[in-house]
């Protein structure tokens, strides 16, 4: 029971750390390079994840700037900067694309702020199913005489403490974010 309790743990703490990523790009008014994480680049006939191809840099609070490692690939990176949902405009000089950040308006703030909940809401969805999932075993196991109603409480107990504490983990990383999107 304590392995599965661990490894409950761990998959909650996964889908935390997955809301983090997913956070990072989400856009703000601050440039940030993860907010390029995401995108894919169609790159010799594959999927590829922009980081691999180029290097990106925020030299201003409101301006990135990608360098194609082969310089070949700018329209193809620009072509995917475009068809992606972050409402940027790159601007392409040959050897450099730069994608100023315009400043958001409050209607955008909250329609992303919306986004935000929406995604803590999927995450903490996740934790739950771990949680009804790691409980379910514990019934089946108890239910086959494998451990007493005692420990089968006591483990209750465990699971729910580590699905607060996430829960909570996730509530607070939501009320950051918030902070940071509602930031002029």
Do not use: C, W
């Amino acid at each position: 029971m304590k392995e599965r309790i661990e490894d409950a743990g761990r998959r909650m703490e996964g889908a935390v750390k997955n809301l983090g990523s997913e956070f990072a790009a989400l856009r703000t008014g601050r440039a940030t390079t993860s907010l390029l994480d995401r995108i894919q680049v169609e790159a010799y006939g594959t999927p590829t994840p922009l980081p691999q191809l180029a290097k990106i840099h925020a030299p201003e609070a409101r301006l990135l700037t990608v360098q194609p490692f082969d310089k070949t690939m700018i329209q193809d990176i620009e072509r995917a900067i475009m068809e992606s949902d972050l409402g940027l405009t790159p601007s392409n000089d040959g050897n450099m694309i730069r994608l100023p950040l315009p400043q958001l308006t409050e209607e955008r703030r909250k329609e992303l702020v919306k986004v935000a909940h929406r995604m803590a809401e999927e995450a903490r969805v996740a934790v739950r199913n771990v949680r009804r999932d790691v409980l379910n075993e514990f019934k089946r196991a108890e239910k086959d005489g494998e451990v007493s109603k005692n420990d089968l409480g006591r483990a209750q107990d465990q699971v729910q403490k580590l699905t607060d504490a996430e829960v909570k983990a996730v509530d607070d990383m939501l009320a950051r974010k918030e902070a940071e999107i509602m930031e002029v």
